[in-house]
């Protein structure tokens, strides 16, 4: 079982719509949750962090953590074609120190 | 804003040669982190250094070995290269050493291809 699972994707919405990416972590203590956004041959791009429990905005973007359940969430509101990428969800601190632990993406399609 | 550094962006060698990657973090920032991320796969932590001392070190092989200078900049140096190892390397820099609450910033790496 991976560390840091991802919902599988691809997900596919159409453009204006929720995007609802979900992610897992086996590592309780956990300290730090981070989105990235790739595009394909690029590096990752930081989207959110989120550090505790609840919900984090930042403009069309919202973060949810909730450490008990071991879950954190990204939602993407009013997706737009450029949203279209692999996300990522990574994790750090507790056994894992600094260094990320990342799942395995999630594929986006935003259909026009 | 001043970014991450990597040099060279594209690098093609033969099986058995070696190869040593450059990053050169956002100023001030005193951790580097090295990932590296095949195809179709996630990234994969390597090893990372803070104040040019190693901090963690993840699934790197003996092949490969790093550091971290006075100046920050880090190298990664792979010997004895495979086929396998071909992949995009990530270096990342953070400001604060790795208790893991300091964001990690991405450079846009270096695509390594052993033909």
């Known amino acids: 079982q991976k560390e840091v699972e991802q919902n599988s994707g691809p997900l596919s919405v159409p453009e204006g719509a929720i995007a609802s990416l979900n992610c897992t972590y086996s590592d309780r203590v956990s300290q730090s949750f981070f989105w990235y956004r790739q595009y394909s041959g690029k590096s990752p791009e930081l989207i959110m962090s989120?550090?505790?429990?609840g919900d984090k905005e930042d403009g069309r973007f919202t973060a949810q953590l909730n450490k008990a359940s071991q879950y954190v969430s990204l939602l993407i509101r009013d997706s737009q074609p450029s949203d279209s990428a692999t996300y990522l969800c990574a994790v750090a601190g507790g056994t894992s120190y600094g260094k990320l632990t990342f799942g395995q993406g999630t594929i986006l399609t935003v259909h026009p | 804003a001043a970014g991450v550094i990597q040099s060279p962006r594209h690098l093609i060698k033969e099986k058995r040669e070696t190869a040593t990657l450059k990053c050169y973090p956002i100023?001030?920032?005193?951790?580097v982190y090295w990932y590296q991320q095949g195809p179709g796969q996630d990234p994969q932590f390597l090893i990372s250094?803070?104040?040019?001392?190693?901090?963690d070190k993840g699934s790197i092989p003996d092949r490969f070995s790093a550091q971290q200078f006075s100046d920050y900049h880090s190298e990664l140096n792979m010997s004895s290269l495979e086929l396998g190892d071909s992949a995009l390397y990530f270096c990342?820099?953070?400001?604060?050493?790795?208790?893991?609450?300091?964001?990690?910033?991405f450079g846009p790496g270096t695509r390594l291809t052993v033909l």
């Open positions: 990342a820099s953070s400001l604060g050493g790795t208790s893991g609450t300091d964001t990690q910033y």
């Open positions: 250094f803070y104040e040019k001392m190693q901090s």
């Open positions: 100023p001030r920032h005193d951790t």
């Open positions: 989120i550090y505790s429990n």
